[in-house]
């Protein structure tokens, strides 16, 4: 699923296509995409002013509102003309006035599509950006030392923080040397100003490198990121860890497949 490196790429894909351009309509191909279809009504006519990230969402901001959208499993976003393999799988068209279209291509089809009068509204059940300002290392600190909760799980939680998912807290983790079922509370400050460093350098490196493609993340015109060459522990159950040749453990934490090297990373419990 495309975490927060991944949408930050096709937003930046996206900015210099179809900022500026005037809706005329959309066509809803599938139709769970949207789930008030009618609420779509008042973005025909409008311009795109803008298109940002929040988390792992992709606004396009309009006069009156924002067009949410989120990519979900397999969603992608592009303006060029879809292949004969590519049309069965797009789920919504935006037809703009110039002539220019923007295709939502979801080959899962979890992806979904919705307005918002007030995108304030919406950030608010979002964490704080990791990236952005609020997020230093005494926040982290803070935080963390409130609450107790699995630290991997809470940080997937987007009411939380905003934007990582499963790659990218297990690399984070791993870089800090927390074991993911460690308590929140009980992680010392050292760990987690470690842990906040590597959480910003790790999705700074990842846009860097226009986001990881390990089954399907693609963005603009086909084109595929290439951080899934600077993983250290995602993927790599049973080979050797890189700092230390203890073998790298896949387990599950809260459902998700998790990967941990069981030398390197503390158990804070
Ligand atoms: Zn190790």
Redesign the pocket.
């Known amino acids: 699923m495309p975490e927060l490196p991944e949408v930050e790429t096709v937003v930046r894909s996206l900015q210099p296509d179809i900022t500026g351009e005037f809706i005329k309509k959309v066509v809803i191909q599938w139709p769970k995409t949207v789930a008030d279809p009618q609420s779509l009504k008042i973005v025909e006519n409008q311009p795109i002013r803008s298109v940002e990230r929040r988390g792992k969402f992709i606004l396009l901001n309009l006069d009156s509102g924002s067009i949410v959208i989120h990519l979900r499993m397999t969603g992608r976003l592009y303006t060029h003309a879809p292949d004969e393999t590519q049309a069965p799988y797009v789920t919504a068209v935006f037809h703009f006035s110039s002539g220019k279209r923007l295709h939502f291509q979801d080959t899962r089809k979890f992806g979904r599509i919705y307005f918002t009068p007030d995108s304030s509204d919406f950030s608010r059940h979002l964490g704080p950006e990791p990236l952005g300002p609020v997020f230093t290392a005494q926040w982290l600190k803070t935080r963390l030392n409130s609450r107790q909760r699995q630290i991997k799980p809470l940080l997937l939680d987007q009411t939380f923080l905003a934007g990582l998912g499963n790659i990218y807290v297990d690399e984070a983790l791993y870089l800090a040397g927390i074991h993911p079922v460690s308590l929140s509370h009980k992680i010392p400050g050292k760990p987690i100003q470690k842990l906040h460093r590597a959480i910003r350098k790790l999705l700074g490196d990842a846009i860097e490198a226009q986001g990881t493609t390990i089954i399907n993340f693609q963005h603009g015109d086909n084109r595929s990121g290439s951080f899934q060459h600077q993983l250290q522990v995602y993927g790599r159950g049973g080979k050797h860890?890189k700092?230390?040749e203890?073998l790298i453990l896949k387990m599950t934490v809260g459902q998700r497949g998790t990967h941990v090297?069981p030398?390197?990373q503390v158990l804070y419990n």
């Open positions: 860890c700092k230390c203890a090297c030398a390197c």
